[in-house]
């Protein structure tokens, strides 16, 4: 069953899709999280994974990212104009689908050594206006610029996931896919990125999200989607 969005048009199509993780340190324990799952996010819309701790959210995000393999189904992304199942990519075609189409904030920052943390979101850009963008980004997200040229590495957590939010917004794909990005934030930057969000939104893109701040996902979520629906069944 898939969920009709109502506006725009299909960014993500996910169908039957189904996902088991194997403990190989484990003897090989097999543990389902989620079977037959489906559902739609259209260009402009936020769609935002719901359900308790542990019903696959993350794990069902990180499949669209291309970071965890699918067992069974379809993950179809609008890519160069056609739908493309990256479940059937090779790593080099999901490369290009994940620089082109994807942008992907999640709850870390993949900081690399040395880089400032300016140089490190202009990088994410494209154009000659990227490192205008990312001063833009670090400022409206209240980054004190003198850590512009710092390294992230010794940032505080909201520091950094502040950083890894203006790397995953600069970005201007089809798709975004947030990973409680305001977990470490105060109410000031909260209230940023839920304004970037909409401008996404109102750019055009799709965003697929998890949010555990109701105040967050209420001010920019167009529909949820319970993942416990599909939830395997004791034969999984
Ligand atoms: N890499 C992995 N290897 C093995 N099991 C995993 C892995 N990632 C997730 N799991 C398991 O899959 C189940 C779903 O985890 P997932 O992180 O997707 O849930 P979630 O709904 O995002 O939870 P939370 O809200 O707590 O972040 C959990 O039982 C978890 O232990």
Known sequence: MTTQPTGGATILEVEGLAKTFTMHLRGGVRLPVVADAAFSVAAGECVVLGGPSGAGKSSVLKIVAGTYAANHGAVRVRHRGGMVDTTRLSAREM???????????????????????????????????????????????????????????????????????????????????VDEPTASLDHANREVVVEL????????????GIFHDRDVRDAVCDRVVDVTKFAPGDAA
């Open 197 to 208: 969000i909409r401008e996404k939104k109102a750019a055009g893109t799709a965003v697929l």
């Open 95 to 177: 490369g290009a689908v994940r620089r082109e189409t994807i942008a992907d904030v999640t709850q870390f920052l993949r900081a690399i050594p040395r880089v400032p943390a300016i140089d490190l979101v202009a990088a994410a850009g494209t154009g000659e206006t990227a490192r205008d963008e990312a001063a833009h980004l670090l400022t409206r997200l209240n980054l004190p610029e003198r850590l512009w040229s710092l390294p992230p590495a010794t940032f505080s957590g909201g520091e950094k996931q502040r950083v890894n939010i203006a790397a995953g917004f600069i970005r201007r794909t089809p798709l975004l896919l």
